[in-house]
């Protein structure tokens, strides 16, 4: 039976996931030159891709598969100069195409499965250290708006902590429009219309945007998408998992939208105790999640303006509180074992730094880090 708290945490996974980096890629679209059929495809077919695709893993493999846009892909997309939408679509492709033929190769999944819980949860904490830091900023920020959210988190937290951040995002919104801090926008009622993107192989945009694309989510989203899921205590379904993304990134790209992958800010919220107290029942998370997505992906012509007049510590807030207890989990798991700790935190304080190198993400950096300080223990006990 379907339990309310595995409502509660996909809608604040999805919303919090939805809310923090649509501005990212509006701005993606808009470097390159998008016009606004072609952006409103593009949050449409993504956010469909990512629906079907988070639905239907789960149902298959039996554990919460969570997805998410490649945030650092994102940033890679708005960062480029002189590549129109149709070059870009062509490298949305060829990144796509080179996520499914990973997962047709086995040997990743099997370096996946062999990274120490110990080293999983540290990168996991120092994915969610920095997002929750600036929770006291958007406190001093506009602390007639934050401060209620903290206190109504703190107090439905003792009750039922599922509900905790979805009440804490009911305040937040209500007390944005009663104190004039956001004013709500004209809205019309429509759906978002599909609009098919012919790609065009530019060679120099292949190799630019396309090889680094997909480079950048599998290195910052789908191998630490699937080491929180190892942290959570799961066996990651690494070959399905980047067939299913790769083929739903495939299809998607030709209407505008660039690739998808596993999640690992907005997977934590969704794996923890708190969605359900069995572990093996989680997986419909993932069910709900979906057709979240989905929604989201109808309704965005509503939803994006909405969002986008809330004010920024609003948003800060809410993703701080949501990865609170998850952070608790993480840290915990990272120093649990006495053998990994000091692995452990070098891939804390590496990740958390949110250094980036060569375009790479500070988690792929944090996890080699961690590894390697591990080998290091491990040859040095051997000999």
Known sequence: MMRLSMVSSALVAALVGYGSTIALLLAAAAALGATPAQSASWVFA??????????????????????????????????????????????????????VLTGAWGPLGRLVQRIPDGIAAGMLAGVLLPFCLPLTHAIEGIPLLVLPMVAIFALVRLKNPAFAVLAALVTGVGLAFILGLAEL??????????????????????????????????ASQNLPGFA????????????????????????SALFGASTISMAAITAAICMGEDTHPDR?????????????WLLLGLFSPLIIPVL????????????????????????????????????????????????????????????????????????????
């Not at 846009?69 to 490298?91: C, F, H, K, R, Y």
């Not at 205590?233 to 399905?240: A, E, I, Q």
Request: with cysteine.
């Open 46 to 99: 993504i956010c469909i891709a990512k629906g079907i695709t988070s639905g239907f893993l789960s149902f298959y493999t039996r554990v919460p598969v969570v997805l998410a846009w490649s945030t650092p892909g994102l940033a890679l997309i708005a960062a480029s100069q002189g590549i129109t939408m149709p070059e870009a679509v062509g490298a949305f492709l060829l990144a796509a195409g080179l996520v």
């Open 185 to 218: 926008p004209l809205l019309t009622l429509g759906l978002p219309q599909p609009t098919l993107i012919l790609p065009t192989l530019r060679p120099s945009v292949l190799v630019g945007l396309g090889v680094p694309l997909y480079l950048v989510t599998m």
């Open 228 to 251: 929180v899921m190892r942290a959570a205590g799961y066996t990651p379904p690494v070959r399905s998992g980047l067939l299913g993304t790769g083929i739903a990134s495939l299809v």
């Open 280 to 292: 093996t029942q989680r997986w419909q998370v993932g069910l709900v999640y979906g057709g979240v």
């Open 308 to 383: 986008g007049v809330l004010p920024p510590p609003l948003i800060a807030a809410l993703v701080g509180l949501a990865l609170l207890g998850p952070l608790m989990g993480a840290t915990t798991g990272a120093f649990s074992h006495p053998d990994q700790r000091f692995s452990g935190l070098v891939t804390l304080v590496t990740t958390a730094s949110s250094v980036s190198f060569f375009g790479v993400g500070a988690a792929f950096w944090g996890l080699l880090a961690g590894l390697t300080i591990y080998a290091m223990e491990q040859f040095v006990k051997r000999g």
